[in-house]
C-alpha cells in the first residue's frame, strides 16, 4: 500500500484550458484543493475559455465544491468564460449544476447520460 | 441530571430499525490519514447499500452524506483521541446517518447557529450564503442537495470544555436512492 498516492488525478487535455480530474477528490481543506487546483487557476491567466471535466470523478466533498468555486471567483476576475462536465447518473454531479450555478450564473454545466 | 439540547431538525427514530451498522473511531486517526474519513464512509454506504433496489444511487448518496458527518467530527473534536461513533440506521422510509463526538463549546454554537438558519432560512439560502462567505458548507449541501432535515442533540460531555453531540441527518429512503 503507497500511503503517499492520490486518490485523484488532474490533467490537462490537449487543447489549451481543457482539464480532466478523476478519482477520488476528498481533500481535507480549501487550501489542500487550492493547492490541488493551482494549475487550472494559474493556467486561468493564458486563455479565454476553459472547460473542466468532471465525469470522471467519483466524488468530491464540500470542502472541494468550495476549491472549485475559488476557480470560477479567479475565472470570472480574468474574464474567463467556464465550461464545467458532469454526468446525470452521478447523484452529486447532477446537484452540482444548480450548487454553482446560483452564484455563478456564468458557468455553463453540461451534463452527459 | 442531564440537560439536553436539541438544535435544528433532529427527528427520533420512527421504530425498529431494518439495517443498521454502527463503527467506532478516534478522531486521531483520521486526521493522521484522511482518506480514513473516505474509507469508513464508502463502508457504511457499500453496507447499506444492500437495502436498496438502486443500489448505486444509495451508495454513492450515503458515501456523500456520512463523509461529510466523518469530516466534521475529526475537524471538530474537542479531544482527538476520545471515541466518536458513526451509526447509520435504516427504517425502511427514512435513513438516519449520525456521528456522535465531543466537540468544544466554541463549535457547539457555530453548530447551534448553522442548524439553526438552516431551520429558519431553508437549505438553499444557507448554502448560498456559505458559498458567497467561503464558509464551511458540509451541513447546507446534505440538507439542500438531499432535502435531508439535520439537527444535533447536545448533552454535557466527559472530557474538560467538552460536549457530546450527536449529530443526525434524516433523509427519506426515495431521496436516498433518486427515486
Redesign the interface.
Known amino acids: 500500500m503507497s500511503a503517499d498516492r492520490p486518490d485523484y488525478a488532474i490533467e490537462a487535455g490537449s487543447s489549451p484550458g481543457t482539464w480532466f480530474l478523476r478519482g477520488v477528490l476528498r481533500l481535507e481543506s480549501p487550501e489542500a484543493y487550492a493547492k490541488a487546483f493551482e494549475p487550472i487557476t494559474h493556467a486561468l491567466g493564458a486563455v479565454r475559455a476553459t472547460s473542466i471535466d468532471l465525469t470522471r470523478v467519483v466524488f468530491l466533498n464540500s470542502s472541494g465544491i468550495r476549491g472549485l468555486a475559488d476557480v470560477l471567483l479567479a475565472a470570472r476576475a480574468k474574464g474567463v468564460r467556464v465550461t464545467l462536465h458532469g454526468s446525470a447518473g452521478v447523484p452529486w454531479q447532477k446537484k452540482l449544476a444548480t450548487s454553482l450555478t446560483g452564484l455563478f450564473p456564468e458557468i455553463e454545466m453540461r451534463l452527459d447520460r | 441530571m442531564t440537560t439536553e439540547t436539541i438544535l435544528g431538525r433532529f427527528p427520533e427514530p420512527p421504530g425498529p430499525a431494518l439495517v443498521t451498522i454502527s463503527v467506532e473511531v478516534v478522531p486521531i486517526d483520521l486526521v493522521t ?3 480514513r ?2 474509507i469508513l464512509a464508502d463502508f457504511a454506504a457499500g453496507y447499506l447499500e444492500w437495502a436498496f433496489s438502486r443500489r448505486s ?1 444509495a451508495r ?2 450515503v ?2 452524506v456520512v ?2 458527518l466523518v ?1 466534521n467530527a475529526a475537524k471538530f473534536s474537542v479531544d482527538n483521541r476520545v471515541h466518536t461513533h458513526v451509526t447509520i440506521r435504516h427504517y425502511g422510509e427514512v435513513v438516519h446517518a449520525e456521528v456522535r463526538n465531543e466537540a468544544a463549546e466554541e463549535h457547539v454554537h457555530r453548530l447551534a447557529d448553522v442548524l439553526g438558519a438552516l431551520s429558519r432560512d431553508g437549505a ?1 439560502a444557507v ?2 450564503r456559505c ?2 462567505g ?1 464558509l ?3 451541513l447546507a ?1 446534505v440538507a ?2 438531499y432535502h435531508a432535515a439535520v439537527g444535533a442533540r447536545v448533552t454535557a460531555g466527559r472530557t474538560p470544555g467538552g460536549k457530546d453531540v450527536c449529530l443526525r441527518v434524516s433523509m427519506s429512503a426515495q431521496e436516498v436512492e ?1 427515486r
Do not use: K
Open positions: 490519514e484522511w482518506r474519513c473516505g444511487a454513492s448518496i458515501s456523500t463523509n461529510e469530516e438553499e448554502f448560498q458559498l458567497e467561503r464551511g458548507l458540509g449541501l439542500r442537495d433518486q
